[in-house]
């Protein structure tokens, strides 16, 4: 393989596949960026001598076209793909500019982090991730089933889907959030100091996906502009809706407030009932069920939940389970089957008592009973 572009999701991709015995050439004009992704594990820098069987292009959605056109003028590679997170305006323009659109097929890792550049790769950052696909229809077979090989080294799930459908659906689910967090982040910039301090884990939590790569992100947007464009604008008329319901609240008499509160209610649950939705639809996706008991003593409970956040495993994902004929309190959450077994493991190995249940029939699957008592936090 080739990655072209080592920053955050080219380095990633690089250790990923180098796990499974792959040579992986890192090219990248910042010489600095390459050296660091191959110091870490992610391959070799330069290009191979003979042709790779697929050159990963991890560079911006505007620079895609031009790199894959030099690239292919250099015969790198027999197979291309992209990881940008814009397809449409791209696939038109690889149609009538690449001499060989046929090797080339769109592609989306949905995973990415707070971090940027190749310091903050890591080899599981695909791992159970959807990994998005948008093959034209001059894409060649081949071109496919190598990037889906590539998917399956990185752990993550392919999706196929036509690349106007994708950039709508991120545009709701990425693109528009970024920017949301970036204006309530933007609030914050001259605010007093004494406000600040009290700031807590909801804020944190809210503006922790705030765009800091401005470069990269003025060109996504540019890109993806109408579809996001689309959300805000129907995003601005549920605030419009708020500030005249919370403008009328002020000067609404104390005993009169109930139905003027009726618009604010109705927001409320339509988030609430937007937050299920996901929710649910997560839950369906993660099949099967571990359990936890929760050892003896004061702390244990907190210190089992500090430990499930290193399998990203929060507090509101997790339910309680007493059993009256033990007397035993666990914890039960739901992941997906390629990640249960080895949590089941990492679990037993730091001193907890795990299993994982069959999802169909809830049967225990197995379980790691460790002599060892939970390490101390």
């Known amino acids: 393989m080739a990655v072209v572009g080592t920053g955050l999701i080219g380095t990633s991709i690089g250790l990923a596949v180098s796990r499974h015995g792959v040579t992986v050439h890192l090219l990248d004009k910042d010489e600095v960026a390459a050296r660091t992704a191959a110091a870490l594990g992610a391959g070799v820098v330069g290009a191979s001598d003979e042709q790779v069987d697929l050159a990963v292009l991890a560079v911006p959605p505007s620079a895609v076209g031009e790199v894959l056109a030099e690239m292919q003028a250099r015969g790198l590679a027999r197979s291309y793909t992209d990881v940008a997170s814009v397809k449409a305006q791209l696939a038109r323009d690889i149609r009538t500019s690449v001499d060989v659109p046929s090797s080339y097929v769109g592609g989306h890792p949905l995973a990415s982090s707070e971090h940027c550049g190749p310091l903050a790769a890591r080899a599981d950052l695909f791992e159970d991730r959807a990994w998005v696909l948008t093959p034209s229809e001059t894409t060649s077979q081949d071109a496919v089933n190598r990037v889906f090989e590539m998917i399956a080294l990185c752990g993550a799930i392919p999706v196929i889907m036509e690349s ?110 937007g937050l299920a939705a996901i929710q649910g639809r997560q839950a369906a996706d993660r099949q099967t069920r571990v359990e936890v008991q929760v050892a003896e003593g004061p702390g244990q409970l907190v210190r089992l939940l500090d430990t499930l956040k290193t399998f990203h495993v929060e507090a509101e994902d997790v339910v309680p389970r007493h059993s009256p004929e033990e007397g035993t309190l666990s914890l039960t959450f739901a992941v997906q089957p390629t990640r249960a077994g080895q949590i089941v493991l990492e679990l037993g190995r730091a001193g907890w008592n795990a299993e994982s249940l069959d999802p169909v029939s809830g049967a225990r699957q197995r379980k790691i009973v460790s002599v060892l008592a939970p390490r101390a936090a």
């Open 164 to 273: 106007g459908a994708h950039d709508n659906a991120v545009a709701l689910t990425s693109h528009a959030p970024h920017l949301v967090a970036s204006l309530m982040a933007a609030r914050l910039r001259h605010s007093p100091r004494e406000a600040i301090r009290l700031a807590g884990q909801g804020l944190h939590d809210m503006t922790r996906i705030a765009v800091r790569d401005t470069g990269l992100w003025s060109d996504i947007l540019q890109a993806n502009g109408p579809a996001v464009a689309g959300v805000l604008r129907g995003l601005r008329d549920d605030l419009t809706t708020l500030l005249a319901t919370l403008d009328d609240l002020s000067s609404t008499p104390q005993d009169m407030r109930s139905q003027s509160l009726d618009p604010l209610v109705d927001l409320l649950d339509r988030g609430a009932a």
